[in-house]
């Protein structure tokens, strides 16, 4: 099941770019244009994660957070607002929230920093096979424990740094991986090679476990990559 995102915002059109943008990205998004609105989401839906703005009619987002704090005090929130004063940002942290992004903002790192705070609280993503934790897509399979991939029974030789990738991708099958994700997932934080490296090693891994075969390993341009399997 897709992570449940609700976004808070009065504005319609900061709503449907992150409506698209969370949808395109394999999020179950549902949007509120004001704090009651947004109580009633909460109320009824099993929300994951709440995207929200401060300056609001009504009951603002600082209000807000309190109240969901109140009723859940592990339901991840993110801030995002056109107040970047220093105060408000750390006003809205102390309140409760997990994060705090500042208008203008990128969307692809709206997305990044959803999937980091929710990666802290409840690691999402299809988990591995309960039986033996192998993953699998389609006719691809990745043997943690043996590090053995296979891809339609054959054998594929895979470098440990493709392995890694491979696993990670696998690990949130049918969901897209930001780059800079996978940047923290595979090199770690210190990382500072080319920048380049990634859609280097995705293409080295398409080439080794896609050629020849229903590919299985998408680009989502401006977002980053997923493993999906081949449609019907």
């Not at 989401?41 to 600082?62: A, C, E, H, I, N």
């Not at 594929?156 to 493709?162: D, I």
């Not at 595979?186 to 476990?209: A, D, H, P």
Request: with cysteine.
């Amino acid at each position: 099941m897709s992570p449940r995102v609700l976004v808070v915002d009065d504005d319609p059109d900061v709503r449907e770019m992150l409506v698209q943008a969370l949808t395109f990205s394999g999020f179950d998004v549902t949007d509120a244009p004001d704090a009651v609105a947004a109580l009633a989401v909460l109320g009824s839906d099993g929300t994951d994660v709440v995207l929200l703005d401060v300056m609001m009619p009504g009951l603002d987002g600082f209000d807000l957070v309190q109240l969901v704090r109140r009723r859940d005090p592990d339901l991840p929130v993110l801030f995002l607002s056109g107040r970047d004063a220093v105060d408000d940002r750390v006003r809205g942290l102390r309140l409760g929230a997990d994060d705090y992004v500042t208008k203008p903002f990128s969307t692809v790192e709206v997305v990044a920093r959803i999937e980091a705070v929710l990666r802290r609280r409840t690691a999402p993503g299809p988990a591995p096979d309960a039986d033996d934790g192998v993953l699998r897509c389609a006719d691809l399979l990745l043997d943690p424990a043996h590090h053995r991939v296979e891809r339609a029974g054959a054998p594929v030789a895979l470098s440990p740094t493709e392995f890694r990738l491979l696993a990670l991708l696998l690990e949130h099958r049918g969901r897209v991986v930001s780059k800079g994700q996978i940047l923290d997932q595979v090199w770690g934080y210190g990382f500072g090679g080319e920048t380049n490296v990634v859609e280097r090693f995705v293409s080295n891994l398409r080439r080794k476990v896609d050629d020849g075969h229903p590919a299985l390993i998408r680009t989502v341009r401006g977002f980053g990559y997923a493993v999906r399997a081949p449609e019907a």
